[in-house]
């Protein structure tokens, strides 16, 4: 079975301050990870995996296979990344298993102007 | 182009009716998905189609939830004798093909937001 664990349900920065939102997994085979981004009225919807090693909107996050963990990083916030954010894993579980996300519970992200 | 419908956008129920809500995938989307979003919560899976054929419903809570996507398009999720605990969002999302290493993204539908009574 795996779980994601978002530590913070809440966290607030100011404008041009760093970001670092949280994530860790426990998973006994080989993950794959993401960061899901719900806009306020809007869909969920991908900001990056781990596969990419890609930057977007700024943010970067990189798997740590020894601390199980999948941390969000942005070096200087901004209003708009104000946001529900939520750390999900995929896993393929025997040989016709489904490739069902695993979500955390989201940390929301406040950046105080 | 179009993503991910969902109807209706919102859904009051009384304690007992059953209730269908619907999606609408991506056309030529191969894998669909379900997910229950509880206040508060992450989303949490419910069921997984691959065309028509429902490979996984491990995450069904009770056989009052069934789901079915008899020509690989649309999908429809149905809930019978509605409780207070189905309150929740539910989402859909589908993805281009059956996934694995990381080559799919699952794109999302707004969800529908059912209110039990």
């Known amino acids: 079975a795996q779980r994601v664990t978002q530590p913070e349900k809440l966290l607030s920065v100011f404008k041009g301050a760093p970001v670092e939102l949280k994530c860790n997994y426990s998973y006994s085979g080989s993950p794959e990870l993401f960061w899901y981004v719900q806009y306020s009225r809007q869909r969920l919807q991908l900001l990056l995996r781990?596969?990419s090693r890609e930057s977007i909107k700024g943010f970067t996050a990189d798997l740590n296979k020894g601390e199980t963990s999948f941390h969000l990083k942005k070096p200087f916030a901004q209003e708009e990344d104000s946001a529900m954010y939520y750390c999900?894993?995929?896993?393929?579980?025997?040989?016709?298993?489904?490739?069902?996300?695993?979500f955390g519970k989201g940390t929301k992200l406040s950046v105080i102007p | 182009g179009a993503g991910v419908s969902q109807s209706p956008r919102y859904k009051v129920a009384k304690r007992g009716q059953d209730v269908a809500l619907r999606c609408d995938p991506i056309s030529g989307h191969v894998s669909l998905f379900w997910y229950q979003q509880a206040l508060g919560q992450g989303p949490e899976f419910l069921t997984y189609f691959q065309n028509e054929a429902q490979l996984d419903k491990s995450g069904l809570p009770s056989d009052r939830f069934f789901a079915e996507r008899p020509e690989g398009s649309v999908s429809t999720l149905k809930i019978q004798r509605t409780q207070q605990e189905d309150s929740a969002v539910y989402l859909c999302?589908?993805?281009?093909?059956?996934?694995?290493?990381?080559?799919?993204?699952?794109?999302f539908g707004a969800g529908t937001r059912l209110s039990v009574l």
């Open positions: 781990h596969i």
């Open positions: 999302a589908s993805s281009r093909t059956r996934g694995g290493s990381g080559k799919n993204i699952q794109y």
């Open positions: 999900a894993l995929s896993a393929l579980e025997g040989g016709a298993g489904s490739y069902q996300l695993t």
